[in-house]
T-cell receptor
Framework: DAKTTQPNSMESNEEEPVHLPCNHS???????IHWYRQLPSQGPEYVIH???SNVNNRMASLAIAEDRKSSTLILHRATLRDAAVYYC??????FGKGTSLLVTP | EAGVAQSPRYKIIEKRQSVAFWCNPI?????LYWYQQILGQGPKLLIQ????????DSQLPKDRFSAERLKGVDSTLKIQPAKLEDSAVYLC?????????????FGDGTRLSIL
């Protein structure tokens, strides 16, 4: 079973920042936290991953709590193309149900 | 670079028939994964290969599912006989290696419908 918990859905306005939370309270000290997103009829797409430090790439930022039991994916300016199901995975092998992000114009 | 290729894109069969899916990973990727994604759920790992060896197949229903990656490159997943509950999208993914620091790259999957 998935060891991460996420809200079922979130909504954001276009061009606003979005913070997607994830709890992974059973994570081990060496497990990376990965985030993927999935559009309808497509396979999941890698977004970002990290271990302890906050991470940034061209798609998003990842803020990891100091105790590593939670993390937040940050989309700095949501666009309509960011509407997708977002998954966080603590050992990159099993996905939960994810968070369905709705972006409204 | 070319992405993960999967075929067929769609497949419809009757229960108790057999079916096979094919996956060609990204060139140079040692690790290959097969996932099952039932409608409304996240992907569930079925089997993980490192080159041509199995790393994890704990969630593979071995009485009906089998997978191979004989030459450590492309892979096939087979279901025989199929049950109604096997209706799902079957996703293949690959990564450079099996370490947790490597992201997975997914194909678009094969959508299987069992009648």
């Amino acid at each position: 079973d998935a060891k991460t918990t996420q809200p079922n859905s979130m909504e954001s306005n276009e061009e606003e920042p979005v913070h997607l939370p994830c709890n992974h309270s059973t994570i081990s000290g060496t497990d990376y936290i990965h985030w993927y997103r999935q559009l309808p009829s497509q396979g999941p797409e890698y977004v970002i991953h990290g271990l302890t430090s906050n991470v940034n790439n061209r798609m998003a930022s990842l803020a990891i709590a100091e105790d590593r039991k939670s993390s937040t994916l940050i989309l700095h300016r949501a666009t309509l193309r960011d509407a997708a199901v977002y998954y966080c995975i603590d050992y990159a092998l099993n996905f939960g149900k994810g968070t369905s992000l709705l972006v409204t114009p | 670079e070319a992405g993960v290729a999967q075929s067929p894109r769609y497949k419809i069969i009757e229960k108790r028939q057999s079916v096979a899916f094919w996956c060609n990973p990204i060139s140079g990727h040692a690790t290959l994964y097969w996932y099952q994604q039932i409608l409304g759920q996240g992907p569930k790992l079925l089997i993980q290969f490192q080159n041509n060896g199995v790393v994890d197949d704990s969630q593979l229903p071995k009485d009906r599912f089998s997978a191979e990656r004989l030459k450590g490159v492309d892979s096939t997943l087979k279901i025989q006989p199929a049950k109604l509950e096997d209706s799902a999208v079957y996703l293949c993914a690959s990564s450079l290696d099996s370490g947790g620091n490597q992201p997975q790259h997914f194909g678009d999957g094969t959508r299987l419908s069992i009648l």
